[in-house]
């Protein structure tokens, strides 16, 4: 029977959660790594048992953390993240230059086909590859060399490379995300990019349709149809039909399209999932109900999700990389809080079950859909 | 023989004693001291001075001989009870509160 394991990365450690193919009974495993922030686990799709793991502290920096057998075992590899050449300035909050500094990695996103292969989005924003499974790490510099990188400005969680999807049917084509610059595309796997964020309105820019700094929360991608792209940006759901040429807004009936994270089923490429969130200035979920809300005609059209979750009093936040989902035939879908509660629901979203209520501050939410 | 007393997160880490004992040939600066311990543990490069730049990072702090050399220049000899072991070098995280 399939099983699942859901890769916990919150504020003090990581856990481990498994469970059968039922996805009612659950084990839970850790805290690994306790005391440290833990950005971000992901697993090898090539691998299973090979999973890279993000650990930071304030005191002792990044460490980079690498499991042979799902968890079980972990060993430190490489966390010597160099820019390329002199690394230059990007714009401060107060618009001022600032040098880029390395400061954590966000998101690792192994290869689809090479578990020694994997790519690291890092604050200060850039993308950095190791082909050595973490020992060693090179940036892809043509990202930060655009033309645009010393106008990029951090959001209020710092300039952040947080999302990096790779195309399964063109390993040439990159798609990433930075907060606040906006969402890049390479079509030559890395030597070249270009920013995709046409259609895009930010009311907070001096040019509200400009190229580049619109905050891109987060951006998801169903690999049946990769051209099609969904995103939550700071405000407003956008949906882009032509790998991100162009975005149109479809935040259609949400009660506000504020929020962090955004995921798609795994066989219905036109179901969609959000958190609402209040305000940018309010980081909890309206009137205190915690809610998933689906569209299942690919935005526009959202319907309140709520059987499970808390109908009061409830007021956490979601992150942007603390949603995923599982594929198994009846797909699952997975969030965490900031309130350290892992929620699951084993049926699309219909029913939703916490699997663990009290941990550390959710920061990200992995699945790995196990044989 | 110089004693190196870690922080408990770095000891974990480096799956290390409590108490490290490097040798350390002279002059025992506290650069000398801190290569010799990532040469025995690289997982511990990075994590208590910068990569490149090598500086000490901001919360971390170096006692020795119930003295703060934290400003002392990295190059500088380290004190005599430091370099017979009679002393350790105490590698402090700061009480820096937080989430």
Redesign the interface.
């Known amino acids: 029977m399939s099983s699942v394991r859901v890769l916990v990365g919150t504020?003090k450690g990581a856990f481990i959660l498994t469970s059968d193919g039922n996805r009612s009974d659950w084990r839970i495993d850790g805290p690994h790594f306790g005391?440290?922030e833990m950005y971000h686990l992901k697993g090898s799709p090539a691998d299973p048992n090979r999973i890279y793991a993000s650990q930071s502290?304030?005191?002792?920096?990044?460490?980079v953390q690498r499991s042979n057998d799902g968890g079980k075992t972990w060993e430190?590899v490489g966390?010597?993240f160099?820019y390329d050449g002199v690394p230059g300035t990007h714009q401060w909050y107060d618009g001022t230059p600032h040098p880029w500094e390395f400061k954590r990695v966000w998101h690792f996103e192994p290869s689809l086909t090479d578990p020694d292969t994997v790519y690291a989005g890092i604050e200060d924003a850039a993308l950095f590859r190791s082909t050595d499974a973490g020992a060693s790490w090179h940036e892809l510099a043509g990202l930060r060399g655009h033309g645009s990188g010393p106008h990029w400005q951090p959001g209020a969680g710092g300039m952040c490379l947080h999302t990096v999807i790779l195309d399964p049917t063109n390993p040439a084509r990159i798609y990433i995300a930075i907060s606040a610059a906006g969402a890049f595309r390479t079509d030559d796997g890395g030597q070249t990019w270009r920013p995709i964020n046409q259609g895009l309105h930010s009311q907070f820019m001096p040019d509200p349709t400009a190229e580049v700094g619109h905050c891109v929360h987060h951006v998801a991608m169903n690999p049946a149809r990769p051209n099609v792209l969904f995103m939550q940006k700071h405000w407003d759901i956008m949906r882009s039909d032509n790998a991100g040429d162009s975005w149109e807004e479809v935040s259609g009936n949400l009660p506000t399209d504020f929020g962090f994270v955004i995921d798609i089923h795994a066989h219905q490429p036109d179901t969609i999932y959000v958190v609402p969130i209040k305000s940018d200035s309010e980081h909890y979920p309206p009137d205190g109900k915690l809610r998933v809300w689906r569209s299942r005609t690919g935005g526009n059209e959202w319907q309140e999700l709520a059987a499970g979750l808390p109908d009061r009093d409830c007021y956490v936040n979601v992150l942007r990389d603390a949603m995923a989902v599982d594929s198994l035939d009846s797909c699952g879908v997975y969030f965490g809080t900031t309130g350290g509660q892992v929620f699951c629901s084993p049926d699309s979203g219909d029913t939703w079950t916490p699997i663990v209520s009290h941990l550390p501050a959710v920061l990200s939410v992995e699945v790995q859909t196990l044989p | 023989m110089i004693r190196v007393v870690l922080?408990a997160?770095?000891r974990i880490?480096s799956k290390s004693d409590a108490e490290v004992h490097l040798e350390v040939p002279p002059p025992v600066t506290l650069h000398a001291v801190l290569d010799a311990l990532e040469a025995r543990y690289p997982?511990l490069?990075?994590?208590?001075r910068?990569?490149?730049t090598q500086q000490r990072?901001p919360?971390?702090r170096f006692f020795a001989c119930s003295e703060d050399i934290s400003h002392e220049s990295p190059a500088a000899p380290l004190p005599p009870a430091v370099v017979s072991g009679a002393e350790p070098l105490l590698i402090i995280?700061?009480i820096?509160g937080?989430?």
């Open positions: 504020r005391g440290w502290s304030g005191w002792f920096g990044q460490t430190p966390n010597k160099a | 922080p997160h770095l880490l997982m490069a990075g994590t208590i910068d990569h490149a990072r919360f971390l995280g700061a820096a937080g989430a």
